[in-house]
Nanobody
Framework: QVQLVESGGGSVQAGGSLTLSCTASGRTFSGSAMGWVRQAPGKEREVVATISGSGKMWRYLASVKDRFTISRDNAANTATAYLRMENLKPEDTAVYYC?????????????????WGQGTQVTVSS
């Protein structure tokens, strides 16, 4: 059974930091790109960061570049993705989802993610 389990969300003040974690299991994810996707109230989902299966390539949404860092660890039966978020702003408030693609290349396209976590809330107050 494929599972993506996120942790690390919470509430912080503007300028604060949080680190999200996501462990993917149930199939071989070490070769799959992973991403972090967020959805703010009343807005569409957007990919904020993505990392290739090897962990050697990544891409960011322009509004989070230089503040967010994506990384991953690949193990035999699991893959864990992290999103370090610094200098958080109120506009970063959203539900953050971990997602895994069926391909190895990092992708900012929502429809290329086949597996999804349940989401974790991040709230940034001013």
């Amino acid at each position: 059974q494929v599972q993506l389990v996120e942790s690390g969300g919470g509430s912080v003040q503007a300028g604060g930091s949080l680190t999200l974690s996501c462990t993917a299991s149930g199939r071989t994810f070490s070769g799959s790109a992973m991403g972090w996707v967020r959805q703010a109230p009343g807005k569409e989902r957007e990919v904020v960061a993505t990392i290739s299966g090897s962990g050697k390539m990544w891409r960011y949404l322009a509004s989070v570049k230089d503040r967010f860092t994506i990384s991953r660890d690949n193990a035999a039966n699991t893959a864990t993705a992290y999103l370090r978020m610094e200098n958080l702003k109120p506009e970063d408030t959203a539900v953050y989802y971990c997602a895994a693609s069926g391909q190895t290349l990092a992708t900012m396209l929502l429809n290329e993610y086949a597996y999804w976590g349940q989401g974790t809330q991040v709230t940034v107050s001013s």
